[in-house]
């Protein structure tokens, strides 16, 4: 059970940084944020904090799985 919360919470860790554009450099993210619309950019920010939030929560819950 670890193992599977382990893993839900690492990728959801990486779908919020990828979401966000935490992994891009300067030039990517002008060229992100030029290209897209207010709604896209919208929808982009939602899924990726929804994403890192159940990532955040898995992850809490798996180390509490491993220390009690």
Do not use: H
């Not at 990828?18 to 982009?44: L, P």
Request: net charge positive; aromatic share 12%; hydrophobic share 45%.
């Amino acid at each position: 059970m670890m193992k599977l919360f382990l893993i839900v919470g690492i990728v959801g860790i990486m779908i919020s940084g990828i979401c966000i554009g935490a992994w891009i450099d300067g030039q990517q993210q002008r060229a992100n944020y030029y290209s897209e619309t207010t709604e896209q950019r919208k929808v982009r920010t939602k899924v990726g904090i929804y994403a890192g939030l159940i990532g955040m929560i898995c992850l809490g819950i798996s180390g509490l799985i491993y220390f009690f």
